[in-house]
């Protein structure tokens, strides 16, 4: 599927010979035109056709980065940040053209503040990364997409995971940024204190840009100290609605869950097929609590009744680290596994989230019309924040599932938007979400983003194509 | 202390005779030229002079407000909203003349969604009267500045309170605003999921704004479950250092306290005189507990535990609501309280956040400065989230104790910055740190932030002379 031009129309601007050549010059063997490095940067885990940049560059560090701007500036040439490919809504990807500039080597933990519980990464550090440097530290990093995504890509996606329910997003866990600007100035977007009231929310505007603002190029992160103790358990249910239910009761009963997954008996027939676990293939709720070792068990006890009022199961523990890391990296395989169902397929994520009250009624009107349409959909989601993927599986040759596979997945964020809630809780917009933010904003709010777009970047060079249109 | 010329230079915009007579006529005895309202709204809590607007409106819907926006635009005069006129940082002070509106008739409560943890409310509704809603409903609103301020005004400062050390400010508590933008168009900043990806963090923009890139007619804030158990102490030390380290300890450790305020000797002699408290006179921690029965003991023992370390004497508890109330009123009064140690004086609130590591030495640095002033300056603050205040009494009347009280108001907000921090905690930047905001962000920060204010408020009519210089 081609991103689509009727979407965000663009205007080809491909980077000129003289700007790859003084590139070249400047940057030897971390500069590549070569196709294979093009096709990779011009390819993520959405569904939508490779669209690769006119060259890549591999910066070492923030003065590198400010560089490329400048020099992409000077020619009005798009510039793209790219970390690790996982986006799942076109962000990497070069609609108009121009040169990417990748950050995955730059991966130094620039400083490790354990009495103050945050950590200062660059950009290209992964979340796996930071939490093997934190090894022995006693703490933790909270913030867990499936994929093991750069920190500077999360925190430009306004990425979240199985432990934002407790823990908060990226949105609640950048404690500030460095920031490379459209005109290549380098700016810091805050201290390190917990909490600030000087000015515009700099690093609350960057964090979700999706790259069209800045490119981030350091990343503090708040941490958490270690739980005393730590359980998980998987439940299964006789459906999908008393699991989610169960998680809702729960979370209205002030129960500090930690984790609270559910997945649907597809999802969990795949999640068993490639992690070569065994659990029960129907509607299943993973979850997992933190505490003291009394309180766990307290918490425990308070989801084990709310679970057997709503059908569920009898709880299977994962007490031990070892056997916990096993469900863990199960659940967060899950995209993975379900793409393993139909290997040639591509997959469509619905990323709705709506209020927890109108959670229930979103996924079953899902579930309903996944029962009319001829493709896999699998569902699973991250019930306590309301928050649930639809993972729509269709083959990139056949137009027909290809179209099937969009309009189901415009239902599922039109059903988002009627119910207050959103048509991205934590992908990002992207390319093909912007229609949607007219509507989930009104043309006075999306006329506030293109008005930000424009002061902040006047040439339109920064990934342009996403977030906002502006040609 | 006049709000100085050079700090923000301002142009003088009065309101012209037709613009009034047409306000005059729309809003009959909801418009006020009068000395009173006028002097009213032209004052808060901040040392600065009364600085009074043209006139007032007293809007009572979003389109009375987006209406009075426009009037204002058309005449190019600056509009400055008006919650309870608790600021300290003199955020209503019309510094070039204008209309100020008025906001507290706008105080329905619009919508509690008790199974979403969310409540609606128009931007006058205070904290006081949201909590007084909430009853019976087992849910309360978290965020309490000393000040029974109003939804709008303290989203517009990013305030937070008492409680942001477990729930966190207003930054985490705003779930999606309303908001008049400049051209007085109405627009929704978001739905009422608890996360979103969708595009610029409208909501977060708007939110520690100060008025200057919109007004905020409603306010819907995240609503937390009643704790089953709550239990509170107060706890003296023999210095400052050891109440704080405390804290800190604490907090590295994940006990995750829901109070944790300290203040000093002369900040408790003040509460004892003001709110008829028997407290020991020594540096004191006050805090609470949130959970259930059991780890609501867990937490207590583990921080005696902490507070034995560190000098501290024996807890006394508060456990029955009536006499915890008793003390977090006692602590909420504690500004007017210290105010009553010096009748006539005005107060300079220093308002310093730095990581938690460094908290206890720039309270100390702090102190020692103190030592050698002559002026009263009670310490207090919250210290789980690294920010204290520094109360300045100084008699309006004496330019060299003004002088000097604002110096030492200077050398804490350096010293924040030095230690990584921000001269800002939670009350704003109002017209005298705009000068620091260039230390805390550097030139090319401060100027992101001025070109999104001209791009959202072309004309400069939006509270004018607060955060960003524009002229």
Redesign the interface.
């Known amino acids: 599927m081609q991103p689509r031009a009727d979407v965000s129309p663009v205007r080809r601007r491909p980077a000129p010979p003289d700007l790859l050549q003084v590139l070249g010059e400047r940057f030897g063997e971390r500069f590549s035109t070569g196709d294979s490095d093009r096709q990779r940067h011009g390819r993520d885990d959405s569904p939508y056709d490779t669209t690769p940049p006119d060259c890549v560059v591999f910066a070492a560090s923030v003065e590198e980065v400010a560089e490329v701007v400048r020099l992409c500036a000077r020619h009005r040439v798009p510039i793209i940040a790219y970390g690790a490919g996982t986006s799942i809504e076109g962000h990497i990807m070069a609609v108009e053209g121009g040169v990417t500039v990748d950050l995955s080597r730059m991966n130094r933990v620039v400083a490790l503040?354990?009495?103050?519980?945050?950590a200062t990464v660059e950009a290209g550090v992964t979340r796996k990364q930071l939490n093997a440097a934190l090894e022995g530290s006693g703490l933790f990093f909270s913030v867990d997409p499936g994929a093991d995504a750069t920190l500077g890509g999360m925190a430009a996606?306004?990425?979240?995971g199985s432990a934002?329910v407790r823990y908060?997003?990226m949105?609640?866990n950048v404690v500030g940024l460095k920031v490379v600007?459209a005109d290549g100035?380098?700016?810091?977007?805050?201290?390190?204190?917990?909490?600030?009231?000087?000015?515009?929310?700099?690093t609350?505007?960057f964090?979700?840009?999706e790259g069209t603002?800045g490119i981030i190029t350091e990343v503090t992160v708040r941490l958490?100290?270690?739980?005393?103790a730590v359980s998980a358990a998987v439940c299964a249910f006789p459906d999908v609605a008393g699991a989610v239910d169960t998680v809702?009761r729960t979370?209205?009963?002030?129960v500090p869950i930690a984790r609270a997954e559910v997945l649907d008996a597809l999802s969990v027939a795949a999640v068993n097929r490639y992690s070569l676990t065994d659990l029960q293939e129907r509607p299943t709720l993973f979850l997992e609590f933190h505490?003291?070792v009394?309180?766990v068990a307290?918490q425990a006890e308070a989801v084990q009744v709310v679970a057997r009022e709503h059908g569920g199961l009898d709880f299977e523990w994962a007490i031990d680290p070892a056997a916990r890391a096993r469900l863990w990296d199960a659940r967060h395989s899950a995209f993975p596994a379900i793409l393993q169902l139909r290997p040639a397929a591509r997959a469509f994520v619905t990323?709705a989230?709506?209020?927890?009250?109108?959670l229930a009624g979103c996924i079953a009107a899902t579930i309903e019309e996944t029962r009319t349409s001829s493709l896999m959909c699998p569902i699973l989601g991250h019930v306590g924040?309301?928050?649930f993927h639809c993972i729509i599986l269709a083959d990139p040759n056949n137009p027909s599932e290809m179209a099937e596979a969009e309009q189901l997945n415009q239902r599922v964020m039109r059903r988002?938007?009627e119910?207050?809630?959103?048509?991205?809780?934590?992908?990002?917009?992207g390319m093909h979400?912007i229609p949607?933010?007219a509507e989930?904003?009104?043309e006075?709010?999306?006329?506030?983003?293109r008005?930000?777009?424009?002061?902040?970047d006047p040439l339109n060079i920064l990934n342009p194509g996403k977030?906002?249109s502006m040609w």
Chains 1, 2 share one sequence.
């Open positions: 503040n354990a009495e103050d519980l945050t996606t306004r990425a979240s934002a908060g997003t949105r609640e600007t100035a380098v700016i810091r977007t805050g201290g390190r204190a917990k909490k600030s009231s000087a000015g515009y929310d700099l609350r505007i964090v979700g840009s603002l958490y100290p270690q739980p005393e809702i979370i209205q009963r002030g505490g003291t009394s309180s307290e990323d989230c709506v209020p927890i009250s109108r924040d309301g928050n988002a938007l119910s207050e809630g959103t048509c991205t809780g934590e992908h990002g917009v979400k949607l933010l989930e904003f009104g006075a709010g999306v006329d506030l983003m008005r930000l777009k424009a002061a902040w977030i906002v």
